[in-house]
């Protein structure tokens, strides 16, 4: 029977021991970690006026099903290393089992390495329940602090709303009414928006001789849009009034997109917009705004969702692109949708698919018409989006699509390389 003794070393806290027979093995169990919600909230409202620089790392394993309170000290070790020259660097351990880390003066590459490596470790071990709070397929996020303090501080004091055991989420916010979108309407008339709008390329796998970037899709941050015009409400939780609030959108987009066209030139850029709104005379005035050979480098990407729903002005707009020049993108494809979409009949240069785990799992049969579905298409590009991680990118490699968008595909780019010799790397890992 093992006897306990306990220290009474004078001046230091009492330890207890416990005397192991020989050649029996003792079995530690990671201590539940001291949460630091208060202590990261303290510091960001007084760094506040000075975040140049800072930048975060978000790692989700409240998203793993199975966790280990021992991972924490495997992860501190591992930023710890790259952090020996860096600025700052501080480690935070959230309540509802998320870890962040925010660091100044280290090289994005060498953070990158590290999360994909304790990314890769995790989900060798269990799977995530689901998308991170971003709405990225990924164990980790990496972001700018002065560009989303207000979804940092929002969603650490969500916390606050957890159980027992701090598995908690962030509050959810009601609805917008329709009172409250008047409100954000009459604002967006002075409002400007170009903080808020943001660009992300269409980038081609194939050989690195090739002109890399297709085209880059313009787009405004509505989450971030929402925190800074409506932060008590949920612009998208209404689907009818947040259809009608991209209608109004749309039209602040176009007019700000009045005030210059000369960043077309040399590039190709999409326009994600309602099918409403290319029929409107606030696209009429953009149209008459542009060269021949800037239409040319304009792609208006259509969410299927208004294709089904609109069927009619489609064909109007489709009748508009020909005549004018333009492009067009069918956004927000699932497999179903590829496999039972005539997209040569609808008149698409793009088509635009949604990554998602779950298309890895699909039956031999599904796979295999979703492969040769895309084979098929002689005029129609098929673009694999919202790719979070290398799997997307492996998945599109494998299926014949040229064309990836997402985060790890901004990763790589800023790091220099090109996504062909990252595929042949991931590939090589993978086998």
Not at 76 to 81: D, G, L, S, T
Not at 284 to 289: G, H, L, N, Q
Request: aromatic residues 10%; glycine residues 6%.
């Amino acid at each position: 029977m093992n006897q306990v003794y306990r220290s009474r070393d004078a001046g230091r806290p009492a330890r207890d021991w416990v005397r192991v027979k020989p050649g029996e093995k003792t079995t530690a169990v990671p201590e539940k970690p001291q949460y630091d919600d208060e202590k990261l909230l303290a510091l960001l409202h007084s760094a506040k006026r000075e975040l140049q620089g800072l930048r975060l790392v978000h790692l989700h394993l409240s998203l793993l099903k199975d966790k280990t309170y021992g991972d924490l000290s495997g992860i501190k070790r591992a930023f710890q290393e790259i952090a020996e020259n860096s600025a700052f660097l501080q480690i935070f351990a959230l309540s509802n089992d998320d870890i962040i880390i925010l660091y100044k003066g280290i090289k994005f590459s060498s953070i990158t390495d590290v999360c994909q490596k304790i990314e890769k470790l995790m989900l060798s071990r269990t799977s995530a329940t689901g998308l991170n709070p971003y709405k990225e397929d990924s164990l980790f996020s990496i972001l700018e602090l002065s560009l989303n303090f207000v979804n940092v501080i929002r969603f650490i004091e969500g916390l606050a709303g957890g159980n027992a055991d701090g598995a908690g989420k962030p509050k959810t916010k009601p609805p917008i009414t329709l009172e409250e979108l008047a409100k954000i309407e009459r604002q967006m008339t002075i409002f400007d928006l170009s903080p808020f709008m943001l660009n992300q390329p269409v980038v081609d796998i194939r050989a690195e001789d090739r002109s890399e970037r297709e085209y880059f899709e313009l787009y405004i941050a509505v989450k971030t849009l929402e925190d800074r015009l409506s932060p008590e409400f949920d612009i998208t939780a209404n689907r009818w009034l947040f259809n009608y609030f991209t209608s109004s959108l749309d039209n602040s987009v176009l007019r700000a997109l009045n005030y210059g066209t000369d960043f077309i030139r040399g590039q190709r850029i999409g326009l994600n917009l309602n099918l409403t709104t290319i029929l409107s005379a606030a696209f009429v005035k953009f149209d008459e705004r542009l060269t021949a050979d800037l239409r040319n480098n304009v792609v208006l990407e259509v969410n299927k969702s208004d294709l089904v729903e609109n069927e009619s002005l489609y064909k109007e707009v489709v009748d508009f692109a020909t005549q004018r020049g333009y492009r067009i993108c069918i956004d927000g494809l699932t497999p179903f949708w590829v496999s039972h979409m005539d997209l040569e009949y609808m008149a698409a240069d793009y088509a635009k698919v949604f990554w998602s785990p779950d298309m890895a799992d699909m039956s031999a049969a599904e796979l295999d018409a979703f492969t040769e579905k895309i084979a098929q298409q002689e005029n129609c590009r098929f673009i694999l989006a919202r790719c979070g991680t290398v799997s997307g990118l492996l998945f599109a490699h494998k299926h014949g699509i040229d064309l990836v968008q997402g985060r790890i595909v901004d990763n790589i780019l800023r790091k220099g390389v090109h996504l062909s010799d990252a595929i042949k790397t991931a590939k090589v890992m993978d086998d």
